[in-house]
């Protein structure tokens, strides 16, 4: 099974911060990539797919990169609404498998 | 816009069988799209299931392939998931999900925990 690895696994930042969060998978998966964001207590909620296709309805801030093994999500200036987990997905085999988590928190 | 609400028993005994129901509204679940069951322990990340197409082709994962069965009724907009010989571990919210034909998954249910414990 192909393993994804995310890091930070936290972060705090402030309204307005340029955010970076990194996954890294454990063999290449072209652009086999998606991005999901979890607030408690509910669904999670697709961001990216593709890498860097941004799902319809989803705020323009939010961007993905990368292909291979690296692959990156950026929130250009963070919305009070951003704070969340984010979880990476892996689409180009079976088993399906998601990245641990980055949990972004208020500073 | 697709909606996907999960059901079925919150406590389940240890050795029984795990039984959830997703009823999808606004799309038709014969459509091109692959439908899925992702869970998630608590406090902790997500773990896909498995998947079945609009076809009725299941893929499952090999960590718990022996215990799962996932079926799809069109006629009641309904796939389901049936997880045998449960134990503790076994304890998550369960989350239903549309999945694009490549597999990422574009909607999801609100998710229903499920307790295993006598």
């Known amino acids: 099974a192909i393993q994804l690895t995310q890091s930070p696994s936290s972060l705090s930042a402030s309204v307005g911060d340029r955010v970076t969060i990194t996954c890294r998978a454990s063999q290449g998966i072209s652009s086999a990539l998606a991005w999901h964001q979890q607030k408690p207590g509910k669904g999670p909620n697709l961001l990216i797919y593709d890498a860097s296709s941004l799902q319809s309805g989803v705020p323009s801030r939010f961007s993905g990169s990368g292909s291979g093994t690296d692959f990156t999500l950026t929130i250009s200036s963070l919305q009070p609404e951003d704070f969340a987990t984010y979880y990476c997905q892996q689409f180009n085999s079976y088993p399906l498998t998601f990245g641990p988590g980055t949990k972004v928190d208020i500073k | 816009q697709v909606h996907l609400q999960e059901s079925g028993p919150g406590l389940v005994k240890p050795s029984e069988t795990l039984s959830l129901t997703c009823t999808v509204s606004?799309?038709?679940?014969?459509?091109?799209?692959?439908w899925g069951w992702i869970r998630q322990p608590p406090g902790k990340g997500l773990e896909w299931i498995g998947s079945?197409?609009?076809?009725?082709?299941?893929y499952y994962n090999p960590s718990l392939k022996s215990r799962v069965t996932i079926s799809l009724d069109t006629s009641k907009k309904q796939f389901s998931l049936k997880l045998s010989s449960v134990t503790a571990a076994d304890t998550a919210v369960y989350y239903c999900?549309?999945?694009?034909?490549?597999?990422?998954?574009?909607?999801w249910g609100q998710g229903t925990l499920v307790t295993v414990s006598s």
């Open positions: 999900a549309r999945a694009s034909p490549t597999d990422w998954f574009d909607s």
């Open positions: 079945i197409s609009h076809s009725g082709t299941t």
């Open positions: 606004g799309y038709s679940i014969s459509g091109g799209y692959y």
